[in-house]
């Protein structure tokens, strides 16, 4: 092999090289993303059962916390904004005891990111025999926030904790 053959040789490994380098790259930036966002979601998950684990045990009645939102129902709100901050991901812009908006039996909380907390005490479930069984469902959203900024669509990660209520 000649010296000019060796040169072109090298020369096109370095334009395969050059060729493929960004394919690879995505890829791995996508999957870094992807495992941040898998992270991200149970880390909601685990903060919504936490809110709904508390939600569940606190009557509705119980107004000791000297707010027109039900003690459980700010409890719940407190543990979700508390568990999701511990875990890096801030809910600082909820306010337990002020959500944004409230029906008889549903609290929510919006933040101007994006990111909402909802809290649905009126819900209900399948039991056996066809009955229905109350239940509380937490629904959190957060925001994402892609590496590849304009590549992926941006779309908040949503999480749905479902828990049968223990007291009414």
Same mark, same amino acid.
């Given at each position: ?20 380098? *960004? #394919? ?21 998950? +685990?903060?919504?059962?936490?809110? #709904?684990?508390? $939600? ?11 707010? #027109? ?8 709100? +407190? ?16 306010? *337990? #005891? ?45 925001? $994402? ?24």
């Amino acid at each position: 092999m000649t010296r000019c053959s060796e040169a072109r040789q090298r020369g096109a490994e370095l334009v395969e090289f050059a060729l493929v380098l *960004p #394919a690879i790259l995505l890829l791995l930036v996508g999957i870094v993303d992807f495992g941040a966002a898998f992270a991200l979601r149970q880390k909601m998950t +685990n903060a919504a059962r936490e809110c #709904a684990r508390i $939600v569940v045990s606190e009557p509705l009645s119980d107004q000791s916390c000297q707010s #027109a939102t039900p003690c459980a129902i700010v409890a719940g709100a +407190n543990a979700a904004v508390a568990y999701m901050g511990n875990a890096g991901a801030s809910l600082a812009c909820i306010q *337990p #005891a002020a959500p944004t908006s409230s029906s008889a039996l549903e609290w929510t909380y919006a933040c101007a990111g994006g990111a909402t907390l909802v809290i649905n005490r009126g819900y209900t479930i399948s039991g056996p025999g066809g009955g229905l069984i109350p239940a509380t469902q937490v629904t959190l959203t957060y925001p $994402v926030a892609w590496c590849l900024g304009g590549l992926a669509p941006s779309a908040p990660i949503a999480t749905q904790v479902t828990m049968p209520d223990l007291v009414s």
